[in-house]
């Protein structure tokens, strides 16, 4: 559609409504890979339930997405510099980007709950998001739960030399109308995983916020995974794969648009949920090793295991802590979290990171170096 904007002809894209037609050729590598992902996700599933706190793990992967998805669009906050900040503490980057992705771990914890709670996948839910996403920070100033009355471009300067220009402001309505219908099986219903797939590139081709549209475009795909029912708990985040994959991932998109190559896209996808399935499932079994084996360890120091016991629960729930904050989780007295912090040390589970003597931080180091292996691409 030619469009006129700040002065100057240019092209916008709306896309056709889901589902595509014509209908996505499923052949046999297709059916095969999609068999494969669905096995690893209920595996990932099953690794969850046997998880013997998930709430504990869910804090900290919950925590690991916000991070890689908000690096993607370009904050330079790391895992332990989100921790560090929601404890009160002074993280060592610029305090808009930790807010940013404090702000993503805000809105997908509402947006878990609004599922849970019987809300379907709906324009309310993105606009419910979306407004947490862009609550405080660099994006309170740009209309906050609202679709976009302006429009937007991506990648160029202005529209005119932009690589693409998604509907102008008054189709959104219409746009995001269609999309809603699709995520709740009108007029068909559709595979999860495909819905999920196809729902993606949807909301990122519409573009239909001032900010954060890519933050939100990603939410959706676990968000829609546990309202299916695929997912139990929360636990499949694809940042890390469309960050490592960066250049294929905006080629695909693309290519979706241009040539309707939905099918490139569809085996893109399925392998990143296999793939990281996979991986989660795997270090999900790593942590629980690590903690059982650490567990072993505090038991051999004697009678102020009991109280080294209950701050190393602390730190898994906390992986950087601070002796105000061991009391409050485990109720200790702070000269019993600071003798147990010292056995905890004496052992290696933890070091001190301040190198002060007052307000003294500590860092469940081998947790958090499990957590971030293979996420510095």
């Not at 933050?215 to 940042?239: D, F, H, N, Q, V």
Request: net charge neutral; with cysteine; hydrophobic share 40%.
């Amino acid at each position: 559609m030619t469009i006129s904007t700040v002065g100057e002809l240019c092209q916008s894209f709306i896309p056709d409504p889901l589902p595509p037609k014509p209908d996505i050729v499923i052949n046999s590598m297709l059916r095969d890979l999609m068999d494969r992902t669905l096995l690893a996700l209920g595996r990932l599933d099953s690794t969850a339930m046997l998880l013997p706190e998930t709430d504990i793990f869910l804090y900290i992967y919950v925590r690991q997405e916000a991070v890689l998805s908000s690096q993607i669009e370009g904050t330079q906050s790391s895992l332990s510099e989100l921790l560090l900040f929601e404890m009160g503490g002074s993280p060592g980057v610029p305090i808009e980007d930790v807010q940013e992705v404090s702000n993503y771990v805000a809105a997908l914890n509402h947006g878990l709950s609004l599922v849970r709670n019987g809300l379907p996948m709906s324009l309310r839910l993105i606009r419910e998001i979306h407004r947490v996403l862009l609550s405080k920070g660099r994006g309170a100033g740009k209309s906050p739960g609202e679709f976009r009355t302006s429009q937007n471009w991506i990648g160029g300067t202005h529209p005119g030399n932009a690589a693409f220009v998604p509907p102008p402001a008054g189709k959104i309505m219409e746009c995001m109308g269609q999309l809603e219908k699709f995520l709740n099986d009108i007029p068909e219903k559709f595979p999860a995983l495909l819905k999920a797939a196809l729902a993606h590139v949807q909301f990122e081709t519409i573009h239909p916020f001032l900010d954060g549209n890519g933050r939100i475009g990603r939410l959706l795909i676990t968000l829609l995974l546990c309202a299916e029912g695929i997912l139990k708990e929360p636990l499949l985040y694809l940042s890390l794969y469309f960050k490592t994959h960066r250049s294929r991932y905006y080629e695909l998109l693309q290519q979706v648009r241009t040539t309707g190559d939905w099918e490139s896209w569809i085996e893109f996808f399925l392998t990143a949920v296999l793939d990281t399935s996979e991986k989660a499932a795997a270090t999900s079994v790593e942590l629980m090793k690590l903690a059982e084996r650490d567990r072993k360890n505090i038991q051999t120091v004697g009678r102020a295991a009991g109280s080294a016991l209950r701050v190393h629960h602390a730190i898994l729930q906390r992986p950087i802590i601070s002796i105000p904050k061991i009391c409050q989780i485990t109720g200790l007295w702070a000269t019993s979290a600071t003798t147990a912090i010292k056995h905890l040390e004496r052992l290696g589970i933890v070091r001190e990171v301040t190198g002060s003597k007052r307000n003294r931080i500590y860092q469940y180091t081998a947790y958090l170096d499990l957590l971030n292996k293979g996420t510095n691409v």
